[in-house]
């Protein structure tokens, strides 16, 4: 559409010089525009025109030309030839700042666009791409937000918003900024799907079941496909929560966080043995700064089947990997309650007050450790 609306401008830009002069071809042209033959045509018009004409039209003609054509550097002599005799002229400058941006000058790109602000505050087009260059995410924030309030339609922009603010921690306005364009554009399944996993921080799991199952008509997505299985556990429905994810394994796109999933699902569900292969898939998935939490699920699964051994060896492996308070905790009540060996128990009790548990949120957990610190000590 825009290459389109570019060409219209530009015929009608001809046609006025070309009114002015009888060298110029306009069949020829109009044949050489048609084919994109962008760089024929250039040089046709620099045949006609003197090296050194300051006809505003003509350089713009020859400028846009060879800006279709990819030589930057001849379209750029041009616009620049332009920004001197008629200075401070936005389309002149957009398209300086198009080209500096194609051609990696980075500090340029965003001169020009500064410009364009300082004369009109209100550009909308100059504070979106201005965002791209942004060096920080607060910057780009409050570039993006001055664009989404000119627009707060425009897909694009909600869009980057949103996903500013989503890594900004910033959850409840990255939902709403994406709901108004969303609300503008109902059909727009980008914007949807871009709302699924913020919907999911704030717990609007119904609302991600339902937009989901309505994505998924469209087409079957393993991010929407995720989404929605995250949704399925939280409300507890475990068994389309597996589905989802088993389908998601078939097509070889699992990775650490869907296999987890499936784990406590099949947990949930009291199938241990599928929980116990589930966990074991999660651990070879990915050796992560969560594998200890990983083990934590194994041998807790172990521990509901009554297989201590398995579960003493599932806990002693996940410190390998880390140092772990559910861990020593964990195996200080395997060894206390279930292998009836208090000292050694007493050994992991006190390795987990050692490691600074939260003493607010972990009273209940702490106060019993010493208590069977203190037992064990007495026999």
Same mark, same amino acid.
């Given at each position: 559409?825009?290459?389109? /609306? ?76 332009? +920004? ?5 002229? /936005? ?16 500090? +340029? ?31 780009? /924030? ?8 000119? +627009? ?18 910033? $959850? ?15 059909? $727009? ?36 496909? $995720? ?91 996940? /410190? ?60």
């Amino acid at each position: 559409m825009k290459i389109w /609306l570019s060409l219209f401008a530009f015929l009608l830009g001809f046609k006025n010089t070309a009114a002015q002069s009888t060298k110029a071809d306009s069949e020829k042209l109009l044949e050489y525009y048609e084919t994109q033959r962008y760089a024929d045509a250039a040089g046709y018009l620099q045949s006609i025109y003197p090296e050194n004409t300051q006809d505003v039209k003509a350089l713009s003609q020859i400028a846009y030309c060879n800006m279709m054509a990819g030589k930057l550097p001849e379209a750029e002599k041009s616009y620049l030839k332009i +920004n001197t005799i008629q200075p401070d002229n /936005l389309p002149t400058l957009f398209s300086l700042a198009s080209i500096n941006s194609r051609r990696g000058n980075v500090s +340029n790109a965003k001169s020009y666009l500064q410009q364009i602000i300082h004369l009109d505050s209100l550009n909308f087009n100059a504070y979106k791409q201005l965002a791209g260059y942004a060096d920080t995410p607060e910057m780009r /924030l409050k570039l993006l937000k001055k664009a989404n309030a000119l +627009n707060n339609t425009d897909p694009d922009v909600a869009y980057d918003l949103s996903m500013t603010y989503k890594e900004l921690r910033q $959850n409840q306005p990255a939902y709403d900024i994406l709901k108004t364009a969303i609300a503008a554009d109902p059909e $727009n399944f980008t914007l949807r799907q871009a709302q699924l996993p913020i919907a999911n921080l704030l717990g609007k799991y119904t609302e991600v079941i339902e937009t989901g199952e309505k994505l998924l008509k469209n087409r079957a997505d393993a991010n929407v496909m $995720n989404d929605m299985g995250q949704a399925y556990f939280y409300v507890k429905d475990y068994k389309n929560c597996i589905v989802l994810y088993k389908a998601l394994e078939e097509m070889e796109v699992q990775n650490e966080g869907t296999l987890y999933f499936m784990t406590l699902s099949y947990r949930e569900l009291k199938d241990y043995d599928n929980a116990a292969i589930y966990a074991q898939k999660t651990i070879n998935e990915a050796i992560s700064e969560h594998t200890t939490l990983y083990y934590a699920a194994l041998a807790g699964i172990y521990e509901a089947k009554n297989q201590y051994n398995d579960a003493l060896t599932a806990y002693k492996r996940g /410190l390998t990997f880390g140092t772990s308070n559910i861990i020593y905790y964990r195996l200080g009540l395997l060894y206390d309650l279930n292998l009836k060996q208090p000292k050694n128990a007493a050994t992991y009790y006190q390795l987990y007050l050692k490691n600074k548990p939260d003493q607010e949120k972990e009273k209940e957990q702490i106060a019993y450790a010493r208590d069977r610190i203190t037992s064990s000590n007495g026999k």
